[in-house]
T-cell receptor, first 112, second 114 residues
């Protein structure tokens, strides 16, 4: 399983773009990169998943360079409601029996 | 959007008592999971379940834990004799397939052992 490293915490202000970078130097060929978001007292919520280059959905963008050893979750124009913990997960779930391995995540605090 | 629902939202139980946590996964999902999160700590995998069998379980999921899908909609986690250290948020999740598909989580049951 690829180990991931991401900042423990980040601060931002409303309206700013936030980029959270995750390092995964040992990513395997068949690994995908998945980000989850967790609000206090709620379950994790899937945000976005990608394999290479760029993926965009209505919530976020995910940038993956050619070597795939890192990835950046980009949240455009954050609001107070984006305050949450963001988890980067790397792996091919068939190798893990379906289980997700969560790290400590990045605690994003958005200020007014 | 369909969602995973968990009941109760909060369960308070005396140490040594049995507790059953209930989950209704998304209807067309085939894979089911339980995770737990002790206050201030990481989300930890407990068990995965497919085709009425446990697919994988963690070291946490010892003989005191069991899972069951008693009918076509519910998925339950039973803790036979609760301990103080079982106090945590318990999350149920489900997915269509395991391979690189997102898991959908419920909002959890907060279990407090006294």
């Amino acid at each position: 399983l690829a180990k991931t490293t991401q900042p423990i915490s980040m601060d931002s202000y409303e309206g700013q773009e936030v980029n959270i970078t995750c390092s995964h130097n040992n990513i395997a060929t068949n690994d995908y990169i998945t980000w989850y978001q967790q609000f206090p007292s709620q379950g994790p919520r899937f945000i976005i998943q990608g394999y290479k280059t760029k993926v965009t959905n209505e919530v976020a963008s995910l940038f993956i360079p050619a070597d795939r050893k890192s990835s950046t979750l980009s949240l455009p124009r954050v609001s107070l409601s984006d305050t949450a913990v963001y988890y980067c997960l790397v792996g091919a779930q068939e190798d893990q029996g379906g289980k997700l391995i969560f790290g400590q995540g990045t605690e994003l605090s958005v200020k007014p | 959007e369909p969602e995973v629902t968990q009941t109760p939202s909060h369960q308070v139980t005396q140490m040594g008592q049995e507790v059953i946590l209930r989950c209704v996964p998304i209807s067309n999902h085939l894979y089911f999971y339980w995770y737990r999160q002790i206050l201030g700590q990481k989300v930890e995998f407990l068990v995965s379940f497919y085709n009425n069998e446990i697919s994988e379980k963690s070291e946490i999921f010892d003989d005191q834990f069991s899972v069951e899908r008693p009918d076509g909609s519910n998925f339950t986690l039973k803790i036979r004799s609760t301990k103080l250290e079982d106090s945590a948020m318990y999350f149920c999740a489900s997915s269509v397939v395991t391979v690189n598909q997102p898991q959908h989580f419920g909002d959890g049951t907060r279990l407090s052992i006294l």
